[in-house]
């Protein structure tokens, strides 16, 4: 019954590769997260979807390219890996946009680039 | 520029003694706030939030934070640690009106310690 779920929890690959990291929620919410988090614990957002739409767009490199394909999905695809894109990437999820609901997320997808 | 300050990098605390964990805010309006808790490999937890009305919010496995506006913070509280809660706390801020609609601003995280 895991609310927000992510795949691959570890990814170590090399630098130039292309890689993918997959999300879903079952908790029928209509908004989904990327959160970028360094090796400080720094917490950063990427991208944020509304009902499979891109409402926030960060300065985040266009190497990383963001789909959903339905509500319940969010995933992150990224290209030509660089070394300092080796952090924790995590996915959440809220309902609605803006209101007081918090935020659950998922457990992280750790990518080490070599 | 919205903003979320966790003046303390580390706190480190007794077992049985109170802990507080401390949060300011910079934003326009009357923001939303929120605390989560990171355990380590794992992913953020949500601990409490502060929408409106009573300034002290009661949360999970006795923690209480207090807002107050005039101050802009939002204190992590707990009157008694145990050393299970030894984790990362993040405190976090979204505007409930504007432009960054739906954005939720991080503190840096306090790394909170307890002591047997």
């Known amino acids: 019954d895991t609310a927000v779920s992510q795949t691959p929890k570890y990814l170590v690959t090399q630098m130039g590769n292309d890689k993918s990291i997959k999300c879903e929620q079952n908790?029928?919410?209509?908004?989904m997260y990327w959160y970028k988090q360094d090796s400080k614990k720094f917490l950063k957002i990427m991208f944020s979807?509304?009902?499979?739409?891109?409402?926030i767009n960060e300065t985040v490199p266009n190497r990383f390219s963001p789909k959903s394909p339905d509500k319940a999905h969010l995933n992150l695809h990224i290209n030509s890996l660089e070394l300092g894109d080796s952090a924790v990437y995590f996915c959440?999820?809220?309902?609605?946009?803006?209101?007081?609901?918090?935020?659950?997320f998922g457990p992280g997808t750790r990518l080490t680039v070599l | 520029a919205q903003s979320v300050a966790q003046p303390e990098d580390q706190v480190n605390v007794a077992e049985g003694n109170p802990l507080t964990v401390k949060c300011t805010y910079s934003?326009?309006?009357?923001?939303?706030l929120f605390w989560y808790v990171q355990y380590p490999n794992r992913g953020l937890q949500f601990l409490l939030k502060y929408i409106t009305g009573d300034n002290l919010v009661k949360g999970s496995y006795g923690f209480e934070a207090e807002f107050n506006k005039s101050q802009t913070s939002y204190h992590l509280k707990k009157p008694s640690a145990l050393v299970s809660d030894s984790a990362l706390y993040f405190c976090?801020?979204?505007?409930?009106?504007?432009?960054?609609?739906?954005?939720?601003?991080f503190g840096r995280g306090t790394q909170l310690t307890v002591w047997p």
């Open positions: 959440a999820s809220s309902q609605g946009v803006g209101g007081p609901g918090e935020q659950f």
């Open positions: 979807y509304n009902n499979k739409e891109l409402i």
């Open positions: 976090a801020v979204r505007r409930a009106r504007g432009s960054t609609l739906g954005r939720l601003y």
């Open positions: 908790l029928g919410h209509d908004t």
């Open positions: 934003v326009s309006g009357n923001p939303y």
